[in-house]
């Protein structure tokens, strides 16, 4: 839809990241790029190094090598929680939620953790109003306005996934990392999920991993192909499509 000449705005940046593991390397000098009202696929077989990237990007590992810049900042030395509070949320490949409490609880919880320092917590009105709000506004951000006062553990695989995704924006995050969020849905829940997404691309970049291959082309304006760690490709859809290496080495048939 945008012209590529017109200005992007890149709001993570992940430059020359490699990660070993013993003597394994699981990520080799990748690099890339999210702009703000993109998603931005990884595509990989198992193993590639897909949710390493992401642990890396959202902070929750240190890489070997390589410098991570969020908003304009270096923050490869930050912890997870100061990135989260500069604008990064993340989803996790199973669930992080807390089945017992409501979907608003849980909203409320991830607003909370993302704007106070723990031991603060039950302190400030003020703040508990804000975080009410932010739960609120990320619910119903998520389609889960209905579902609010629902135990989270009573919610369907798909409406478990959203409410992850609720939870993620109740941090008023301008970088999105999903992994997965498409894993072991139906073709219902699915096109639900994919228009959420297509919804949030406005305003923020997003970054999809994720295995549904008609998902990826249809939602992603850009897709980073890896194989054993290593970017083999990074293109708009289409190119991806015709890329002779990527069709060897990952799409096979498709
Ligand atoms: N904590 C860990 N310790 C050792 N090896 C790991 C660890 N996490 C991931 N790996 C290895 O790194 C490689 C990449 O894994 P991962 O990032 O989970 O791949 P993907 O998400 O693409 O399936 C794999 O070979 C995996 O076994
Ligand atoms: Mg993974």
Same mark, same amino acid.
């Given at each position: 839809?945008?012209?590529?000449?017109?200005?992007?705005?890149?709001?993570?940046?992940?430059?020359?990241?490699?990660? *070993?593991? $013993?003597?394994?390397?699981? /990520? #080799? !000098?990748?690099?890339?790029? +999210?702009?703000? =009202?993109?998603?931005?696929?990884?595509?990989?077989?198992?193993?590639?190094?897909?949710?390493?990237?992401?642990?890396?990007?959202?902070?929750?590992?240190?890489?070997?090598?390589?410098?991570?810049?969020?908003?304009?900042?270096?923050?490869?030395?930050?912890?997870?929680?100061?990135?989260?509070?500069?604008?990064?949320?993340?989803?996790?490949?199973?669930?992080?939620?807390?089945?017992?409490?409501?979907?608003?609880?849980?909203?409320?919880?991830?607003?909370?953790?993302?704007?106070?320092?723990?031991?603060?917590?039950?302190?400030?009105?003020?703040?508990?109003?804000?975080?009410?709000?932010?739960?609120?506004?990320?619910?119903? *951000?998520? $389609?889960?306005?209905?579902? /609010? #006062? !629902?135990?989270?553990?009573? +919610?369907?695989? =798909?409406?478990?996934?959203?409410?992850?995704?609720?939870?993620?924006?109740?941090?008023?995050?301008?970088?999105?990392?999903?992994?997965?969020?498409?894993?072991?849905?139906?073709?219902?829940?699915?096109?639900?999920?994919?228009?959420?997404?297509?919804?949030?691309?406005?305003?923020?970049?997003?970054?999809?991993?994720?295995?549904?291959?008609?998902?990826?082309?249809?939602?992603?304006?850009?897709?980073?192909?890896?194989?054993?760690?290593?970017?083999?490709?990074?293109?708009?859809?289409?190119?991806?499509?015709?890329?002779?290496?990527?069709?060897?080495?990952?799409?096979?048939?498709?």
């Amino acid at each position: 839809m945008k012209p590529s000449d017109t200005s992007s705005e890149v709001l993570l940046r992940g430059h020359e990241i490699t990660r *070993r593991w $013993g003597g394994l390397v699981a /990520l #080799d !000098r990748v690099s890339l790029a +999210l702009e703000r =009202g993109s998603v931005h696929a990884v595509i990989g077989t198992n193993g590639a190094g897909k949710s390493t990237l992401i642990n890396i990007l959202s902070g929750e590992i240190p890489p070997s090598n390589g410098s991570v810049e969020l908003l304009g900042q270096d923050v490869t030395d930050w912890t997870q929680p100061r990135r989260a509070r500069l604008g990064l949320g993340r989803s996790y490949q199973r669930n992080t939620i807390y089945p017992s409490f409501t979907v608003f609880e849980n909203c409320r919880l991830a607003a909370q953790a993302s704007t106070q320092k723990p031991w603060q917590w039950w302190r400030s009105a003020q703040h508990c109003e804000a975080s009410t709000s932010a739960a609120r506004q990320a619910a119903a *951000r998520a $389609g889960l306005t209905d579902l /609010l #006062d !629902r135990p989270a553990g009573l +919610l369907s695989h =798909g409406q478990k996934r959203q409410l992850e995704i609720a939870m993620c924006l109740a941090t008023s995050p301008q970088v999105l990392l999903l992994d997965e969020p498409l894993a072991g849905m139906g073709a219902e829940e699915t096109e639900r999920m994919l228009a959420l997404l297509s919804e949030l691309k406005t305003g923020h970049a997003i970054l999809l991993v994720e295995h549904d291959m008609d998902a990826v082309f249809r939602i992603a304006e850009r897709i980073t192909v890896m194989v054993n760690g290593a970017v083999i490709a990074s293109d708009a859809p289409a190119g991806i499509r015709s890329n002779p290496q990527v069709r060897l080495a990952y799409l096979g048939e498709h």
